[in-house]
């Protein structure tokens, strides 16, 4: 086990001015789950990749238990990667493919069986030790992409996209083994993926990127409650919060419908004080589809529904609201699922009182003094 450091570390490739990964500095403690998270394009993989020695590192420094392993071959940093595609030998058995790793680097036979069956015990795969992978389902193969990787007994294990070839039913069973299996080892693990709901369900802490900046890093509940700028605001959580962009004043964000009702949504007054402090006339205002809840007309401002997604208990209601300035904003509220509005049906919404996020509408920086309650 081992902590990781990424120092200022920046990844350019020759043909672009842009870095894919640009000064990232990051700390990951010893046994730590952390989960790198964000859009297609946006650095998590080639900082993996920069990590395990597979890309380049063009500035600043990657240390594994705190030795610098910046210039170092990949084989030299004591890591073992989990790719997307399982990468596993067809013509290889179960067994074979598990300890390939270790027949490479000498292992004796002895140790290299004792180590395989060791890792097909706790991957529940020791019955399968004699197939070949065609002879095995997705999960299966990518159990033992992961025995491949434990039987190195690594410092550092480094998954990339582990799950994105499984179907959504064994992507939550799987996910659920893995996050089991990191606890057991207590091994030191950086995961990526683009599904937030892996990152949020997984990992200890979770690391946001955006265009290869790291945008916020935390427990997956921070970052919910208290996202840093509007891009994190807008990317965790599923479905994703909702954002409005409304002028603001002395009394607060000021929302007008086209049907000509006007409601000046709740903000705190520590808030309302830092939005004045920096001269803005235009702020984001958020709130989760959980923070919304249907009223009477008197009270709240109007969304037509579009689309009801019932999942039982609850619903989501997937509608709009038409601002008096011509423009259209989605919305979306979570209700009771036993008795949902109807498609085409006008409602109206208030959002509960704290539970409000408001980001400068120019920068996007989230305007501090605003708290959600869990």
């Known amino acids: 086990m081992a902590s990781v450091n990424f120092e200022g570390a920046s990844r350019l490739y020759q043909d672009s001015s842009v870095p894919a990964v640009d000064n990232l500095s990051l700390d990951i403690g010893d046994g730590e789950f952390l989960v790198l998270v964000g859009p297609s394009g946006c650095g998590k993989s080639t900082s993996l990749r920069m ?23 990949p084989r030299d940093r004591d890591v073992a990667m989990v790719f997307q595609n399982y990468a596993l030998y067809p013509h290889m058995s ?5 300890g390939f790793a270790l027949k490479i680097a000498n292992v004796a036979k002895e140790e290299m069986t004792r180590r395989v069956i060791a890792a097909a015990e ?7 030790l004699d197939r070949k992978p065609k002879e095995l389902s997705g999960g299966q193969r990518q159990r033992v992409a992961m025995g491949r990787a434990i039987v190195r007994n690594p410092q550092v294990f480094l998954m990339d996209e582990p799950l994105s070839n499984l179907d959504a039913q064994l992507r939550v069973q799987t996910r ?8 057991r080892l207590n091994v030191t693990t950086v995961y990526v993926t683009h599904d937030q709901v892996e990152a949020m369900t997984m990992g200890d802490r979770v690391a946001v990127l955006k265009d290869g ?12 409650d208290q996202p840093i700028n509007r891009f994190v605001a807008g990317f965790i959580g599923s479905p994703a919060m909702n954002l409005l962009t409304l002028p603001f004043s002395d009394g607060g964000a000021r929302i007008t419908a ?5 409601r000046t949504l709740p903000i705190d007054r520590e808030t309302i004080e830092a939005a004045i402090a920096r001269g803005v006339s235009v702020v984001t205002v958020g709130f989760r ?17 579009d689309v009801v997604e019932s999942l039982g208990a609850d619903a989501y209601v ?20 036993r008795n949902p509005p109807q498609k085409g049906e006008l409602v109206y919404v208030s959002v509960i009182a704290d539970r409000m996020h408001v980001f400068d509408a120019v920068s996007g920086e989230r305007i501090r003094g605003t708290t959600t309650k869990s």
């Open 122 to 128: 706790i991957l529940d795969l020791k019955s399968f």
């Open 318 to 337: 997937y509608g709009h609201v038409s601002l008096a300035a011509g423009e259209m904003r989605d919305v979306v509220v979570r209700v009771d699922g």
């Open 289 to 305: 589809p959980e923070d919304l809840h249907l009223t009477t007309p008197e009270l709240g401002w109007p969304i037509e529904v």
């Open 258 to 262: 086209a049907t000509g009702v006007e």
């Open 94 to 98: 179960v067994a074979e493919n598990m």
């Open 51 to 73: 990590l395990a020695g597979l890309e380049e590192v063009n500035s600043g420094v990657i240390r594994i238990g705190g030795r610098d392993v910046t210039a170092l071959a």
């Open 213 to 224: 900046v790291l945008q916020q890093v935390g427990p997956p509940r921070e970052l919910y």
């Open 176 to 183: 659920t083994q893995i996050a089991s299996l990191q606890r």
